[in-house]
């Protein structure tokens, strides 16, 4: 992540008073209809929150990284919203606290509390990108649009470039963005003809954002 808020060690803190929880690649953490074990922290690796089309489809919604917190919905709404899983992309370890501790540590800690509605944001940012992005016609700006959005979330600067470590394979972006994962790779074969990105297993490299940002904005 590109930059975090100063409040996020002492949620961390927070967090290692719950349990560890290791998933393995493919591991299911939270199945539909299924109550939660209380509010999820992710400290290493990515979970994919996605749903089930009518013709078996997997549609991915979002992506969870370090730092970030799940299901929020749940924790203050009591609510879990239907036909949806949580699954872990990779190998993930996973802080989980009981949310009646999760709500006092709010009611007692402004730290906490800043750091929450920090994660409320962002997270209600990644579905308005999410929105602009199905609305695109053009399968190059969904699949750039994407990328930068990766870059924004997930992504560390180095040398003027945005470098994106993570499972982000193809099928992984055309779950997400409704396209083929034909359709995705053709997109980023020309991308990297045209030098906007590099790419190779578990890593793709903006290579100037700037200039990336004139072409492809989110």
Request: aromatic share 12%; proline share 3%; charged share 25%.
């Given at each position: 992540?590109?930059?975090?808020?100063?409040?996020r060690?002492?949620?961390?803190?927070?967090?290692?008073?719950?349990?560890?929880q290791?998933?393995?690649?493919?591991?299911?953490?939270?199945?539909?209809?299924?109550?939660?074990?209380?509010?999820?922290?992710?400290?290493?690796?990515?979970?994919?929150?996605?749903?089930?089309?009518?013709?078996?489809?997997?549609?991915?919604?979002?992506?969870?990284?370090?730092?970030?917190?799940?299901?929020?919905?749940?924790?203050?709404?009591?609510?879990?919203?239907?036909?949806?899983?949580?699954?872990?992309l990779?190998?993930?370890?996973?802080?989980?606290?009981?949310?009646?501790?999760?709500?006092?540590?709010?009611?007692?800690?402004?730290?906490?509390?800043?750091?929450v509605?920090?994660?409320?944001?962002?997270?209600?940012?990644?579905?308005?990108?999410?929105?602009?992005?199905?609305?695109?016609?053009?399968?190059?700006?969904?699949?750039?649009?994407?990328?930068?959005?990766?870059?924004?979330?997930?992504?560390s600067?180095?040398?003027?470039?945005?470098?994106?470590?993570?499972?982000?394979?193809h099928?992984?972006?055309?779950?997400s963005?409704?396209l083929?994962?034909?359709?995705?790779?053709?997109?980023?074969?020309?991308?990297?003809?045209?030098?906007?990105?590099?790419?190779?297993?578990?890593?793709?490299?903006?290579i100037?954002?700037?200039?990336?940002?004139?072409?492809?904005s989110?």
């Amino acid at each position: 992540m590109i930059s975090a808020p100063s409040s996020r060690p002492t949620l961390y803190k927070s967090f290692k008073e719950g349990q560890r929880q290791f998933f393995s690649k493919g591991e299911t953490i939270i199945r539909e209809f299924e109550e939660p074990r209380g509010v999820y922290l992710v400290d290493k690796g990515f979970v994919k929150v996605y749903g089930i089309s009518s013709e078996g489809e997997e549609n991915i919604h979002t992506i969870y990284g370090h730092g970030d917190l799940f299901p929020l919905i749940w924790a203050f709404r009591n609510r879990t919203i239907n036909n949806v899983y949580y699954k872990a992309l990779n190998d993930c370890t996973i802080w989980v606290m009981p949310k009646s501790k999760f709500i006092q540590h709010l009611k007692v800690n402004i730290d906490i509390s800043k750091a929450v509605i920090n994660q409320i944001t962002e997270q209600y940012y990644s579905y308005i990108i999410r929105i602009e992005n199905l609305e695109r016609k053009k399968a190059n700006e969904r699949v750039a649009l994407f990328i930068r959005y990766l870059g924004e979330r997930f992504g560390s600067k180095f040398n003027k470039q945005i470098i994106i470590n993570g499972p982000f394979t193809h099928q992984v972006i055309s779950d997400s963005i409704n396209l083929t994962r034909e359709s995705v790779s053709k997109e980023f074969e020309l991308l990297k003809k045209d030098g906007f990105i590099k790419a190779s297993q578990g890593e793709i490299t903006i290579i100037n954002p700037e200039k990336f940002d004139q072409i492809y904005s989110i």
